[in-house]
C-alpha cells in the first residue's frame, strides 16, 4: 500500500507563476489536509476537507486554492506564488468517520522556493 | 482559541541521560493530545497519544489536566532519538495543531 504520496519532491518557482501540489492517498480517508512547515513556525493549517465535494479555510489559507473532486486527491494550488511562500508543504489524511481517534498520516512532503 | 506551546526549540542530552520535552496547551474543554516525530528528512509520524497511555520505544507522556501540560519522557536517551518532535492537539475541523516543535539532539 502507497499510502499518501506528494508531487513533486521538490521545486524553484519564480514569483508570479503559478503551481500545483499534487497529493494523492490510497486509504479512503474522507478527510484530507494541507500543511506548510516552517523553522520556528511548526506546522500550519492552510486548508482541509473532511469529505469529498466539500474543503475549508485553515491558518493561513491566503494565497491557496484546494480542491477535492473525489476522495483521494486533494490538490493545492498557489496561482502567483510570492517569495513568502517558499516552505515545505505536507498534505496528510485521516479517517473521520465514527467520532473517536483516527491517526493522522503524512505524506513525505514537497519544498517548494519561490524565488 | 487552541494553542500548543513548546518552549523549547531546541534540547540537547548525552546518550543514557533523562529527556523531558515539554508541551502545554490551552483548551476549555477535554483536549485530544499527541505527539509527533519527524526523523531527518522523513515525514512525520504519530508517536504516542493521551488517550493510550502506551509507552513507544520507551517515551511515555502523561496528560496533566491541571498543569495543561502533556510532557514527553524517556529515562535513557539514545541517539537514534534525535529528531525533531511536535506536540499536537485536535482541532475542531479533525486537523492537528502544532507547537512549533523542539529539535532534540543526543551527543554520543
Known amino acids: 500500500t502507497a499510502g499518501i504520496t506528494q508531487a513533486p519532491t521538490s521545486q524553484i518557482l519564480a514569483a508570479g507563476r503559478s503551481m500545483t501540489l499534487r497529493c494523492t492517498q490510497d486509504?479512503?480517508?474522507?478527510?484530507m489536509y494541507w500543511y506548510r512547515q516552517d523553522l520556528g513556525l511548526g506546522l500550519r493549517l492552510i486548508h482541509y476537507s473532511n469529505t469529498a465535494g466539500t474543503t475549508g479555510k485553515g491558518e493561513v489559507p491566503d494565497g491557496y486554492s484546494v480542491s477535492r473532486a473525489n476522495t483521494d486527491d486533494f490538490p493545492l494550488t498557489l496561482a502567483s506564488a510570492v517569495p513568502s511562500q517558499t516552505s515545505v508543504y505536507f498534505c496528510?489524511?485521516?479517517?473521520?468517520?465514527?467520532?473517536?481517534?483516527?491517526?493522522?498520516?503524512f505524506g513525505p512532503g514537497t519544498r517548494l522556493t519561490v524565488t | 482559541a487552541q494553542r500548543v506551546t513548546q518552549p523549547e526549540k531546541l534540547l540537547s542530552v548525552f546518550k543514557g541521560a533523562p529527556v523531558e520535552l515539554k508541551c502545554n496547551y490551552s483548551?476549555?474543554?477535554?483536549?485530544?493530545l499527541f505527539w509527533y516525530v519527524q526523523y531527518s528528512r522523513q515525514r512525520l509520524q504519530l508517536l504516542l497519544r493521551?488517550?493510550s497511555r502506551e509507552s513507544i520505544k520507551g517515551f511515555t507522556a502523561d496528560l496533566n489536566k491541571g498543569e495543561t501540560s502533556f510532557h514527553l519522557k524517556k529515562p535513557f536517551a539514545q541517539e537514534e532519538d534525535s529528531a525533531m518532535y511536535y506536540c499536537?492537539?485536535?482541532?475542531?475541523?479533525?486537523?492537528?495543531?502544532f507547537g512549533k516543535g523542539t529539535k532534540l539532539s543526543v551527543k554520543p
Open positions: 499536537a492537539s485536535r482541532g475542531s475541523q479533525g486537523n492537528l495543531i
Open positions: 493521551h488517550i
Open positions: 486509504m479512503r480517508h474522507n478527510a
Open positions: 496528510a489524511s485521516s479517517d473521520l468517520a465514527g467520532g473517536g481517534f483516527y491517526e493522522q498520516y
Open positions: 483548551y476549555s474543554g477535554s483536549p485530544e
